[in-house]
């Protein structure tokens, strides 16, 4: 029997922002949230921001925005940004920085106010992410102070102090060390799992209650949490820019509940619409084990799930409640906040998703050696902008066109071996934008109504690509669509032409289905 629910109510509800919760799937919530909290200053110096391609970075840049804040964000590829909803908005300015250059850092930096560090490696360096997150943080600690900003603010993960650490939240310490170690004062902030749409948390419960009714789970199944809704998170890191208190301070981000991940699992089941789970803890399964368990079942990549699984043995619960006293506003409970990732999810109105992390993609690496290919040319009588549209729903839940059956067979094969499989699926059902996920793939390029360029993120012994150009031609379209793949070694050259009668069953179905696809979205 499940252990009873521990609640902790920490503040009354704000009537300004319960209205409305679940109008439009949380639409109208999520403008209530922003609309309580203070607008900018007319003297405030501009926002810095990093990680803002990622999950909460990607949506913290709306919110800045909204209530009145210039923003500067520092990115490593301009292209990721161009497309991004907010992208266009005349108080944000962009900028091409590498954190590893201190120099180009601090110019980056001047100017600015407060500051935001939203950067973590665990995606993009592997097993030695911890030390590539302490290097950024001290480069940035210490551009930070000579450009003179006002404070840099941390979002971080919860989790009892000491030697018990898990690698992960050990990892989340040492880069708030790092930074309050710099002359700039530190707001750090201290969050457990984050409920939302398309975050990491979110989905790894999702994929499980889904596809396992029945569940054999490590023991920290067990183990107290202390959930939050993304839109709690994201209130009081803007929140803290108006809270002179927050300077200097660690806080704790919580909802108003603590429970077990078993509960977690249920409530996520609930909200689903799926019957209650089976769920039988068994004290054999190691971290190792647990992240290919987590590898297999849901869309997160191994290297991502051992060092969350491994964090899972720790409590994540708020110390105090001294967050929620400076800045004010109204927890969502855990079924309400499962409920709106849920209904976002539905509705295609995923803003951000843990997929969108990962470098872009660029020719450098691409150029040079030998390259094959699959080249197919198809012609049409339908726009330009309906070809573009038919070929930007690729992947996710609207599949290949044709043989998905032979695609989702290459995800399950790429999944044994470690890759993302096809469980990624995508952020938007509709739009690509530049770094979007695509199953196994990324979109390298998107120019509209005229190319799309996905970059290959399975295992394989070589690079590949699959690019689609449109070409007007007055009164029809031509469609190229190209394979490119350049093998590395005799195994690359081996592969290739393994699968190239594959290629010959696959491609050919793709193209025409596309361009049915775009006559039908022509056709009144």
């Avoid at 690359?492 to 596309?514: E, K, Q, S």
Wanted: proline share 7%; glycine share 10%; with cysteine.
């Amino acid at each position: 029997m499940a252990r009873r629910r521990r609640e902790r109510v920490l503040m009354p509800p704000v009537p300004s922002v319960t209205a409305h919760l679940s109008d439009l799937h949380g639409i109208d919530a999520t403008a209530a949230f922003r609309a309580a909290l203070p607008r900018a200053p007319p003297d405030a110096r501009p926002v810095f921001l990093t990680g803002a391609t990622g999950y909460i970075g990607g949506r913290l840049v709306r919110w800045l925005l909204d209530r009145g804040w210039s923003v500067r964000v520092a990115v490593r590829s301009l292209d990721k940004l161009a497309a991004r909803p907010w992208a266009n908005d005349p108080r944000l300015q962009a900028v091409a920085v590498d954190l590893t250059e201190v120099d180009r850092l601090t110019e980056a930096m001047q100017g600015c106010g407060p500051a935001y560090y939203l950067v973590h490696s665990m995606l993009v360096a592997g097993k030695d992410f911890h030390a590539q997150d302490q290097t950024l943080a001290k480069i940035f600690a210490l551009a930070a102070g000579a450009a003179g900003l006002e404070r840099i603010v941390y979002l971080g993960g919860l989790g009892e102090t000491g030697p018990g650490l898990s690698e992960h939240l050990a990892s989340r310490r040492a880069v708030e060390e790092a930074l309050a170690a710099g002359p700039v004062p530190l707001t750090a902030f201290r969050a457990g799992v984050i409920l939302g749409s398309g975050s990491t948390s979110f989905e790894i419960l999702r994929y499980l209650v889904e596809r396992l009714p029945v569940m054999v789970t490590p023991r920290w199944v067990d183990t107290a949490c202390q959930p939050i809704a993304v839109r709690n998170v994201l209130h009081a890191l803007v929140a803290c820019l108006s809270t002179p208190a927050t300077v200097g301070a660690t806080l704790d981000l919580g909802g108003p509940e603590v429970i077990s991940y078993r509960e977690l699992m249920q409530t996520t089941a609930a909200a689903l619409g799926l019957r209650h789970r089976w769920i039988i803890p068994v004290p054999v399964l190691t971290p190792r084990l647990s992240s290919w368990w987590i590898h297999l079942v849901t869309p997160i990549d191994h290297r991502l799930a051992r060092p969350l699984a491994d964090g899972l043995r720790n409590p994540v619960v708020c110390r105090d409640d001294r967050a929620i006293r400076l800045m004010p506003q109204r927890l969502l409970r855990v079924r309400e906040a499962c409920d709106l990732a849920v209904g976002r999810e539905i509705a295609g109105l995923v803003e951000t998703s843990w997929s969108d992390a990962g470098p872009m993609p660029g020719d450098p690496q691409w150029a040079g050696g030998t390259v094959l290919g699959d080249r197919r040319v198809g012609i049409t009588g339908a726009s330009a902008s309906a070809v573009f549209a038919a070929i930007c729903r690729v992947g996710g839940k609207h599949g290949w066109y044709a043989t998905d059956s032979l695609w989702a067979l290459r995800g399950w094969l790429d999944r044994l071996v470690g890759g993302p499989g096809l469980r990624r699926g995508r952020r938007d059902p509709l739009r690509l934008l530049p770094g979007d996920a695509v199953d196994f793939w990324r979109v390298a390029a998107v120019e509209t109504d005229h190319r799309l360029e996905l970059t290959a993120e399975m295992r394989l012994p070589g690079e590949a690509r699959l690019e689609w150009t449109i070409i007007d031609h007055g009164h029809q379209r031509e469609v190229v669509q190209q394979a490119r793949f350049r093998p590395r070694g005799l195994a690359g050259l081996l592969y290739w032409y393994a699968v190239a009668p594959l290629h010959g069953l696959v491609f050919p179905r793709m193209l025409a289905g596309i361009l049915r696809a775009a006559e039908d979205i022509d056709r009144p």
